[in-house]
Every structure is written in C-alpha cells, then in structure tokens.
C-alpha cells in the first residue's frame, strides 16, 4: 500500500511455461496467486513466460477471472467433500502427466 491506502501493482508474478500448451490452466493458475495475495493486501499483477516460443503473456486479476476461480475452488471443494472421485477421463494431456499414475494406474 501506498501512503493514501491505496494499493499498489508494485510486484509481478511470473510462471515460465515449456509451451502454450494448456495456456487456460496457467492464467488460472497465475490468478490464483494474484488472488491469494490480494486476500493479503498485496495488489499484483502476473505474467506467463514461453521462453521457447519467444511469448509473454499478462494476467490480470479482472472480476471475470476472480468469479471463474471461486466457480473452480467450489467444484473442487464439492469433489473433496464427495464419497469418491470422478471417474477419470483420458485426454490429450495425459501421456505427458505427471499424474497418470494416480488417474490410470
Ligand atoms: S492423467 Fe489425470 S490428471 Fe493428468 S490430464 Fe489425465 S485425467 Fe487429468
């Protein structure tokens, strides 16, 4: 905060990223952060860096964004507070998962 209480984009968070490849998940991921720091009091904004693909994408903690993830964190706390999992369902991205294991074994 600035000396008016008002907050400040003094920091940036970065997440650095193999590929564009599941880009959705990481603005989500970026945002969880940002919003985890502004319950704190602390105004960021973020950033997702693809070295390999020479791209730099900013997040921004926008009302859109915020109500996506409290709609994701109550889906995922109704999955916890279920009897049992999901069934898994394959994807594109399960080859490369590093849960895998866990979903198919
Ligand atoms: S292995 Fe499981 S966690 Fe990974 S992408 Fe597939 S379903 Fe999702």
Redesign the pocket.
Known sequence: MNITGNLVNAYYICEIKKSSIGTKAAIMQVSFYLKKLKEKGISARGEILIPKEKKKISVELTKDLEAELDRGISDMKAIIAGDSPPK????N??KN?A??EL??A
């Open positions: 898994a369902i394959k994807n991205f399960c998962c849960f895998y979903c198919f």
